[in-house]
């Protein structure tokens, strides 16, 4: 109307916002040709096992991928439906595919752990987070803690294990840490030694109840020194790696006592708490022997007649080679083999942090595979031959 002077500002009114789910569907697009790469799939991808990497437009590793019949797993990419599965997000975000063939679906296994392990993909970001067992763990903080897991922490000063169940494993780490005294809350809780506050300013007060029922020394709140609370973590290092029986001893006295004084239900709780730290033993006891009886040479066969040899240890793999058919390329692996039995036995402490991920590989592919088992021997076979 000619006179209405008010401005008209149409052009500046705001677009209604578009959810972030919604753009996905309607306005990424793939950064590739994804036909072109699927016909180069097509043509060039072999039905067999091998390691295969997604790459970006920049030649960087997205995603660490294996498969026993590598054409059939790579098209089944190309049928995911986006955004919904994984495989078409990969999809989505890549511009190359590139692939190794190797011997075996142990072999695959074993080089997409260790791929994985060296280029830190970002879609395998959550790769063997768990493999139906859990570890315990002991933290490296100015409070450890002592915790159930699946997979190692950037905070993790030492690992054991590992174990099967996770409900058993949880609640003997409670009780263990009742008994001892350690916290169990979230890392983010602040330590404050003894000693190490303010003399002067209001009291401190715990930052949960575990405290007021004697089962935690409240390093949250200055009640314990830190020469006495790392006593105490170390007395749970020790208990794990078989080195003490401290924690039982206490609660077989506590049973005992009880029992004496006619407080039969209260003994009744002890009795609960000797089972899951009996467990706890035998538990860690078995961990420590299946990982040293994961200690021999591997012949491994081919899909294609390339059979190879695995020098495994302790549940690591030192080394391979094509399997020696030649008397030359059998005596100087035989060499290679004493040299490592040569070497001395690694001790029964906690797990190395660099190869839980190998070792916790391994156990499970000889325990779904138990004819493997049959193609092992004994270091000593192998230098008696020689």
Not at 16 to 43: C, F, H, N
Not at 48 to 65: C, E, K, Q
Request: glycine share 6%.
């Amino acid at each position: 109307h000619p006179r209405d002077r008010r401005p008209h500002h149409r052009f500046l009114l705001p677009v209604p916002a578009v959810s972030s789910r919604r753009a996905q569907r309607t306005a990424l697009l793939p950064t590739t040709d994804l036909a072109g790469l699927r016909g180069r799939v097509r043509a060039l991808a072999e039905n067999r096992p091998a390691v295969y990497r997604v790459l970006d437009s920049t030649g960087r590793i997205l995603y660490v991928g294996k498969a026993k019949r590598l054409r059939t797993r790579l098209l089944s990419y190309f049928r995911a439906s986006y955004p919904e599965d994984k495989a078409a997000r990969i999809l989505y975000a890549a511009s190359d595919i590139t692939w190794d063939y190797v011997p075996s679906e142990f072999a695959a296994y074993l080089t997409e752990l260790r791929q994985i392990r060296r280029y830190r993909p970002h879609f395998n970001r959550h790769a063997n987070a768990t493999r139906r067992s859990v570890l315990i763990k002991i933290s490296n903080e100015d409070a450890p803690r002592v915790y159930a897991g699946s997979s190692v922490a950037r905070d993790d000063a030492c690992c054991y294990g590992p174990f099967r169940s996770r409900a058993r494993t949880a609640e003997a780490v409670r009780i263990l840490n009742d008994l001892l005294g350690l916290r169990d809350c979230a890392a983010r809780m602040p330590a404050v030694f003894a000693g190490q506050g303010d003399l002067f300013g209001p009291s401190r007060q715990a930052g949960c109840m575990r405290h007021a029922f004697g089962s935690c020394t409240g390093p949250c709140a200055g009640f314990v020194a830190e020469w006495d609370y790392r006593r105490r973590v170390e007395t749970a290092a020790a208990f794990l790696e078989g080195r003490t029986l401290q924690p039982l001893d206490r609660v077989v006295r506590s049973m005992q006592d009880a029992g004496d004084s006619g407080h039969f239900e209260l003994a009744t709780r002890w009795r609960e708490r000797f089972e899951h730290l009996e467990w706890l033993v035998a538990a860690t006891s078995r961990a420590r022997t299946a990982r040293d009886l994961l200690t021999f040479v591997y012949r491994d066969p081919g899909d294609y007649g390339d059979d190879r040899v695995y020098l495994i240890r302790q549940g690591v793999v030192r080394t391979s080679f094509p399997y020696p058919s030649t008397p030359i390329e059998r005596e100087a692996f035989c060499a290679v083999v004493a040299g490592e039995a040569a070497r001395p036995d690694v001790s029964s402490g906690p797990l190395p942090l660099e190869s839980i991920d190998e070792i916790l590989l391994l156990t499970a592919w000889f325990r779904a595979h138990p004819e493997a088992l049959r193609r092992t021997t004994p270091y000593e076979e192998w230098i008696g031959s020689g």
